[in-house]
């Protein structure tokens, strides 16, 4: 079964806000759900991938939608 | 009928902005055309910046406390309850004993608390120092300490974001005093991929804490504490034992913002960064820690903020003018890197810090700072 993404609007908050607000939806989220944050905080590109590896789960990847990014992680285990 | 003016808090910038209202204002005070209320939840004030010389037994807690009425000017009235909610539309602030307060303007003070409840095992095994309560708890387990393995870990948001590492540096210089620094591991660690939020002060500590033999584990965010088998576990995956485990928690905003329907996540007020007024209410402005803004949670914010609002709340209650000063960011952090020296941080929205040398006598400012705090709270200095 399909789990529906689920999308944090973490914009207009700075660093660390959108990577916390990441972590907090991963914790609560199903295994093999998709959890998309919405950032304005360009350190976020950087960080989210680099915790993501850490913590074992899947970086989707970046959209770039011009004043923000929707920065996507696949919940591993 | 007078302006009624109701600031709910009696903490640091409560009591600030209490006070330079009411001096400012006192011959309308005394006529009868303004009336200050401040409500709040504690009778006897607590400089918190002092728990951490409880913890290493350099200030004792009497030290720290005042009785609220004996830090207000003159003409403000002190009510001891709680405000349970805001009726925004009947401008009335709820109280616990069920009475109601009038007001015209508003301003909420109410901090910010810590949420120890958000990771399981951590009440039973993890000690913190963001209490009286657990400021004295660790100050017996460091009266105990013999050497072992301890563990430092930050849950965020959180007030004072340099206490950590103060913590930190001043545990290690009192291992060696103590004599016992070579039976001691400290491990240091962090939710983020670098040792602190602010970059200029991340790279700081990284050779710091080298020197000193301070482990830094970066990415950990803190999910259960085994305490019976003393395993601190990640949500990345990293398991620390520990002899002895001391927590930042994550922090959140007083239950009256949601009871109010005014707060946002984690309860804080949003907030208008350069005015203070909480979003949609020309009435209702904040300062503190309560905010929502990207900035420090500091003591010293609580002051800077509360002259640009005091400035403002002049205006507004005489002339029903605009808010005309704006709050630019600043804030200002003494960091302790050790019992003998600091060194401190200065910035605002526009200006990231920098960190200069640490000093005998930037420490040594900071202790009389933590004797006099009392005269700022007053605003008389
Ligand atoms: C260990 C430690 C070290 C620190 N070190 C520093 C430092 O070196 N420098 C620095 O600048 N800052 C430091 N701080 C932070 C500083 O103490 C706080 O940022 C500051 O007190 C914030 O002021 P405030 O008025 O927003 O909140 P507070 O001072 O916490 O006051 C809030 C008040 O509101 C009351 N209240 C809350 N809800 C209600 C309600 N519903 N009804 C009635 N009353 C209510 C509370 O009881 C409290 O009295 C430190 C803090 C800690 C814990």
């Given at each position: 079964m399909d789990l529906a993404p689920l999308r944090i609007d973490?914009?207009?908050?700075f660093c660390p806000g959108p990577m916390m607000e990441l972590i907090r939806a991963v914790k609560g989220a199903d295994v093999g759900q998709v959890v998309v944050v919405l950032s304005t905080d360009s350190g976020s590109k950087k960080d989210i991938p680099m915790w993501a590896q850490k913590a074992g789960h899947e970086f989707l990847g970046v959209d770039e939608h011009g004043d923000y990014d929707e920065i996507s992680v696949r919940k591993a285990h | 009928m007078p302006k009624r003016l109701v600031i709910v808090g009696a903490g640091t910038g409560g009591l600030m902005v209490a006070n330079f209202v009411a001096r400012d204002l006192h011959s309308e005070i005394e006529r009868g055309e303004i009336g200050i209320t401040l409500l709040g939840e504690q009778e006897t004030y607590i400089y918190q910046p002092g728990y951490l010389y409880v913890v290493f037994d350099l200030m004792r807690p009497a030290q720290l406390m005042r009785p609220v009425r004996e830090l207000l000017a003159p003409g403000i009235r002190f009510v001891h309850d709680r405000a349970t909610r805001i009726d925004t539309g009947k401008r009335q602030v709820l109280r616990s004993d069920g009475d109601a307060l009038d007001y015209d303007v508003l301003v909420l003070a109410t901090g910010s608390g810590l949420n120890?409840?958000?990771?399981?095992g951590l009440r039973e095994g993890g000690h913190w120092f963001y209490t009286l309560a657990g400021a004295l708890r660790l100050r017996d387990a460091l009266r105990r300490w013999h050497g072992g393995k301890l563990v430092l870990t930050v849950g965020v948001?959180?007030?004072?974001?340099v206490a950590p590492l103060e913590f930190t540096m001043m545990f290690e210089q009192w291992t060696r005093q103590r004599k016992v620094r070579d039976k001691t591991e400290i491990v240091y660690t962090y939710p983020l991929g670098r040792a602190h939020s602010i970059q200029a002060v991340a790279d700081w500590v990284a050779p710091e804490f080298e020197a000193r033999n301070i482990a830094i584990e970066t990415f950990y965010n803190l999910e259960s504490v085994d305490h019976e088998k003393r395993v601190a576990h990640s949500l990345e995956g990293t398991d620390l034992p520990y002899d002895l485990l001391v927590s930042v928690p994550a922090h959140q905003g007083d239950e009256l913002g949601a009871a109010s329907h005014l707060s946002g996540a984690g309860n804080w007020y949003p907030t208008d960064?350069?005015?203070?007024?909480?979003?949609?209410?020309?009435d209702i402005f904040t300062l503190g820690?309560?905010?929502?803004?990207?900035i420090s949670k500091a003591g010293s914010v609580a002051h800077f903020e509360a002259e640009v609002l005091a400035d403002n709340l002049v205006g507004v209650l005489t002339e029903g003018a605009q808010p005309t000063s704006q709050y630019n960011g600043r804030a200002f952090c003494f960091i302790e890197t050790g019992l003998e020296r600091a060194t401190f941080l200065s910035f605002d929205y526009e200006h990231p810090p920098t960190v200069p040398e640490p000093t005998n006598a930037v420490h040594w400012f900071k202790q009389t700072y933590n004797r006099i705090h009392w005269a700022n709270l007053k605003a008389v200095m």
């Amino acid at each position: 079964m399909d789990l529906a993404p689920l999308r944090i609007d973490a914009r207009g908050s700075f660093c660390p806000g959108p990577m916390m607000e990441l972590i907090r939806a991963v914790k609560g989220a199903d295994v093999g759900q998709v959890v998309v944050v919405l950032s304005t905080d360009s350190g976020s590109k950087k960080d989210i991938p680099m915790w993501a590896q850490k913590a074992g789960h899947e970086f989707l990847g970046v959209d770039e939608h011009g004043d923000y990014d929707e920065i996507s992680v696949r919940k591993a285990h | 009928m007078p302006k009624r003016l109701v600031i709910v808090g009696a903490g640091t910038g409560g009591l600030m902005v209490a006070n330079f209202v009411a001096r400012d204002l006192h011959s309308e005070i005394e006529r009868g055309e303004i009336g200050i209320t401040l409500l709040g939840e504690q009778e006897t004030y607590i400089y918190q910046p002092g728990y951490l010389y409880v913890v290493f037994d350099l200030m004792r807690p009497a030290q720290l406390m005042r009785p609220v009425r004996e830090l207000l000017a003159p003409g403000i009235r002190f009510v001891h309850d709680r405000a349970t909610r805001i009726d925004t539309g009947k401008r009335q602030v709820l109280r616990s004993d069920g009475d109601a307060l009038d007001y015209d303007v508003l301003v909420l003070a109410t901090g910010s608390g810590l949420n120890l409840d958000e990771v399981p095992g951590l009440r039973e095994g993890g000690h913190w120092f963001y209490t009286l309560a657990g400021a004295l708890r660790l100050r017996d387990a460091l009266r105990r300490w013999h050497g072992g393995k301890l563990v430092l870990t930050v849950g965020v948001p959180h007030k004072c974001p340099v206490a950590p590492l103060e913590f930190t540096m001043m545990f290690e210089q009192w291992t060696r005093q103590r004599k016992v620094r070579d039976k001691t591991e400290i491990v240091y660690t962090y939710p983020l991929g670098r040792a602190h939020s602010i970059q200029a002060v991340a790279d700081w500590v990284a050779p710091e804490f080298e020197a000193r033999n301070i482990a830094i584990e970066t990415f950990y965010n803190l999910e259960s504490v085994d305490h019976e088998k003393r395993v601190a576990h990640s949500l990345e995956g990293t398991d620390l034992p520990y002899d002895l485990l001391v927590s930042v928690p994550a922090h959140q905003g007083d239950e009256l913002g949601a009871a109010s329907h005014l707060s946002g996540a984690g309860n804080w007020y949003p907030t208008d960064r350069h005015n203070l007024r909480v979003q949609g209410h020309d009435d209702i402005f904040t300062l503190g820690d309560a905010t929502d803004l990207p900035i420090s949670k500091a003591g010293s914010v609580a002051h800077f903020e509360a002259e640009v609002l005091a400035d403002n709340l002049v205006g507004v209650l005489t002339e029903g003018a605009q808010p005309t000063s704006q709050y630019n960011g600043r804030a200002f952090c003494f960091i302790e890197t050790g019992l003998e020296r600091a060194t401190f941080l200065s910035f605002d929205y526009e200006h990231p810090p920098t960190v200069p040398e640490p000093t005998n006598a930037v420490h040594w400012f900071k202790q009389t700072y933590n004797r006099i705090h009392w005269a700022n709270l007053k605003a008389v200095m």
